[in-house]
């Protein structure tokens, strides 16, 4: 049975750093492309970076040169740096498996991530 783990949000002041883990338990994340997505209120769910079984990172502009994202084959965790942070990116964030250029998992709870003074 699949389940998408995702930790890490919180309230944050504008500037400040965040890091968002999503453990995998039933599936083997190590030959998957993996995903974050977040979804702000009244808004779409939006790509905001990828990282392929090779390795290769992608990032929604948004976020480039803000956000990292990385995995731990070893764990099955995907994780995602947050860093500069700002009150455009309060929204809950997920992670999933990408395939064939969409989401192919279930979204599950995500984490709640506010930036706020």
């Known amino acids: 049975q699949l389940l998408l783990a995702v930790s890490g949000g919180g309230l944050v002041q504008p500037g400040g750093s965040l890091s968002l883990s999503c453990a995998v338990f039933?599936?083997?994340?190590?030959?998957?492309?993996m995903v974050w997505y977040r979804q702000a209120p009244g808004k779409q769910r939006e790509l905001v970076a990828s990282?392929?079984?090779?390795?290769?990172?992608n990032y929604a502009d948004s976020v480039k040169g803000r956000f990292t994202i990385s995995s731990d084959n070893a764990k099955n965790t995907v994780y995602l740096q947050m860093n500069s942070l700002k009150p455009e990116d309060t929204a809950v964030y997920y992670c999933n498996r990408y395939y064939i250029g969409r989401p192919v998992w279930y979204w599950g709870q995500g984490t709640q991530v506010t930036v706020s003074s």
């Open positions: 990282i392929t079984s090779g390795g290769m990172k």
């Open positions: 039933g599936s083997i994340i190590s030959i998957y492309d």
